[in-house]
């Protein structure tokens, strides 16, 4: 599997990014910086987590405009997968490549611990390796995690299957003490309408390795590159 990571000013999760690729893959990713607007064609596009630009104006927003999106456009249109986390879901929705948006977390304080995040469905590239229902631990460090769109639209992402992962508590359950920064229904992760471009909040890639808190991140790694490669 073929791979490429966005890189903006203020990106600071692409090197952990890259080891958690490489070590499913087998394969360096190519580094994209964000000035470019070619670069090899690759399997998958990451647009990884920080604080692009610093959050000014709104998280996401300038990084939206960069040169190197409207190719990770141009790609995804052609079926390029991609995956956004944290920084990078946030960037995917100011692009319009993910419907909704990004707010400030509802207690309106960063979030920095795991989280108990349950797998809604295995149908997409990447949580093929996962079963539904399945419950997974896995990092967040956000402070505008908080999802949120209109009722219409929430309601198509549920009724296309296309909500895969939620909050929940350690019992699995959709409560107010799982959601942590208030996200609308606990969603933590969406797909597009092609089901090739995911926007993750929580970091899959700081969960893929035992000696720094788990692996539960890696099945989504396995997965893409068993899809993809």
């Given at each position: 599997m073929k791979s490429a990571i966005i890189v903006f000013p203020g990106t600071n999760r692409d090197r952990d990014m890259a080891m958690a690729i490489k070590r499913a893959s087998g394969q360096e990713p190519h580094f994209v910086w964000y000035t470019e607007t070619e670069?090899?064609?690759?399997?998958?596009?990451?647009?990884?987590?920080?604080?692009?630009?610093?959050?000014?104006?709104?998280?996401?927003?300038?990084?939206?405009?960069?040169?190197?999106?409207?190719?990770?456009?141009?790609r995804a249109s052609a079926g390029v997968a991609v995956l956004g986390v944290c920084n990078g879901f946030q960037v995917l929705t100011e692009i319009g490549l993910l419907q909704g948006a990004l707010m400030r977390n509802a207690g309106l304080k960063f979030i920095c611990r795991n989280l108990h995040i349950r797998v809604?469905?295995?149908?997409?590239?990447?949580?093929?390796?996962y079963q539904p229902g399945q419950c997974i631990s896995v990092p967040v460090a956000h402070n505008d995690g908080n999802y949120v769109a209109d009722q219409t639209t929430l309601d198509q992402l549920e009724g296309e299957d296309r909500v895969v992962f939620r909050y929940v508590d350690a019992?699995?359950?959709?409560?107010?003490?799982?959601?942590t920064n208030g996200s609308a229904r606990s969603i933590?992760?969406?797909?597009?309408?092609?089901?090739?471009?995911?926007?993750?909040?929580?970091?899959?890639?700081?969960?893929?390795?035992?000696?720094?808190?788990?692996?539960?991140?890696?099945?989504?790694?396995?997965?893409?590159?068993?899809?993809?490669?």
């Amino acid at each position: 599997m073929k791979s490429a990571i966005i890189v903006f000013p203020g990106t600071n999760r692409d090197r952990d990014m890259a080891m958690a690729i490489k070590r499913a893959s087998g394969q360096e990713p190519h580094f994209v910086w964000y000035t470019e607007t070619e670069f090899p064609k690759v399997d998958l596009i990451v647009v990884p987590g920080g604080f692009a630009y610093g959050d000014y104006l709104r998280a996401g927003a300038m990084a939206a405009r960069a040169p190197a999106m409207r190719t990770v456009v141009e790609r995804a249109s052609a079926g390029v997968a991609v995956l956004g986390v944290c920084n990078g879901f946030q960037v995917l929705t100011e692009i319009g490549l993910l419907q909704g948006a990004l707010m400030r977390n509802a207690g309106l304080k960063f979030i920095c611990r795991n989280l108990h995040i349950r797998v809604e469905t295995s149908a997409s590239l990447f949580t093929a390796g996962y079963q539904p229902g399945q419950c997974i631990s896995v990092p967040v460090a956000h402070n505008d995690g908080n999802y949120v769109a209109d009722q219409t639209t929430l309601d198509q992402l549920e009724g296309e299957d296309r909500v895969v992962f939620r909050y929940v508590d350690a019992d699995g359950e959709t409560t107010a003490q799982g959601n942590t920064n208030g996200s609308a229904r606990s969603i933590a992760g969406i797909l597009d309408a092609n089901r090739r471009v995911l926007g993750f909040m929580p970091h899959p890639e700081n969960a893929t390795d035992p000696a720094v808190g788990g692996t539960d991140g890696q099945a989504l790694f396995d997965g893409l590159v068993k899809a993809l490669s």
